[in-house]
């Protein structure tokens, strides 16, 4: 294991969301069997008291998890001098199997903790806990991944060896035909289409936002086209948003730009696109409760906002990218 700030604060994070996870799901079990908000016996007071401190309590484990995403990515970054042959965080992450993997997960975990934060937001709007026990069932489905991220995670520093020869981004991220892996792969896709899919498929998402803000129909096609332009956008970002940014033909790697010769405009990009996929995949888990009694007056306008967010920052993300294409000094 190396002893640098940054893995033992990744492993720390990972550790105390794991423990708050399980913890909260070990109540959230006692809610999905024993919730009665009709009911005034101790149990259910007991409950009621629990589930305030326990919700209170996952905001802020959730929003650490929120921010463990870009700590390990920034973690990877500045342990890449440590390795031969990483020139980067995409160098870091190979050397062993555990990187990519945990990476993997913690994109996953990002999304659904996300979710979670939307609906528990929204239940506290409620005066009967409308949401709680569907809130809860995610809590439990959401625990066994974020143990086994933490599994993944703690595997991953603490066999990390400063002796080991690792891949660089250049032969992960290569659109030469001799190359192999998912990221050689979309590295590999036509750019010039790329471009043209990626703004076809954010003209498209931009305008079912607009369509269901103002007039408030096909909130979950909209949730759908936000999942679907995440993949999309992500896949963009290798095979031909990071040529304009690096002003090179053959550069394809999405973890340089978040280096500081890039003024770290990577995790701008980020922020700004899983943001938005959080905003629009909300919208679509809190339309079933549209007409429940307690929320009636206000679940409809906090998910107008979620749709004003997530058309904001897709908005944002597709005009950074054409700022950063038009000022380049790149002509493919």
């Known amino acids: ?38 009911s005034g016996d101790e149990l259910q007071l007991i409950l009621e008291r629990k589930t305030y401190l326990i919700s209170t ?54 999304i659904l903790a996300g979710i979670w934060l939307v609906l528990n937001y929204a239940d506290n709007q409620g005066y009967d806990y409308p949401l709680i026990k569907i809130k809860y069932l995610l809590l439990v489905f959401i625990a ?10 703690s595997a991953y520093f603490l066999n990390m060896e400063a002796d080991v020869i690792t891949s660089c981004c250049g032969s992960l991220f290569s659109a030469e035909e001799t190359a192999s892996g998912l990221g050689s792969e979309i590295a590999a896709l036509p750019a010039r289409t790329m471009l043209r899919v990626f703004y076809l498929a954010m003209a498209c998402t ?14 979950y096609l909209y949730a759908l086209i936000s999942l679907l332009v995440f993949a999309v956008a992500l896949v963009s970002i290798v095979s031909f948003i990071s040529l304009y940014i690096y002003e090179l033909p053959t550069h394809h790697c999405p973890f340089c730009i978040i280096m500081e010769e890039y003024d770290y405009i990577g995790y701008l990009l980020y922020i700004l696109l899983f943001g938005a996929v959080v905003a629009g995949i909300g919208i679509g888990a809190l339309l ?7 929320l009636q007056n206000v679940l409809g306008g906090f998910i ?21 294409i038009v000022s380049s000094n790149l002509i493919m």
């Open 57 to 110: 309590l996952l905001t802020f484990v959730f929003g650490l998890q929120l921010l463990s995403l870009f700590l390990y990515i920034f973690t990877a970054d500045v342990l890449c001098p440590l390795f031969v042959g990483a020139m980067c965080a995409a160098g870091t992450l190979n050397v062993n199997e555990f990187g990519y993997p945990t990476l993997v997960l913690k994109i996953i975990n990002f």
């Open 304 to 324: 107008r906002r979620l749709a004003l967010a997530s058309v904001v920052l897709y908005a944002a993300f597709t005009a950074l990218v054409t700022y950063e």
């Open 144 to 153: 066994p991944f974020i143990v086994l991220e933490t599994v993944l995670a």
């Open 206 to 219: 931009l305008a079912a936002g607009i369509y269901f803000y103002f007039k408030g129909k096909g909130g």
């Open 288 to 294: 079933p409760f549209r007409h429940v009694p307690s």
């Open 1 to 38: 294991m190396i002893l640098h700030p940054t893995v033992i604060a990744n492993l720390l994070a990972s550790c105390i969301v794991s423990f708050m996870v399980l913890y909260a799901s070990y109540y959230g079990v006692q809610i999905l069997r024993h919730w009665d908000i009709r």
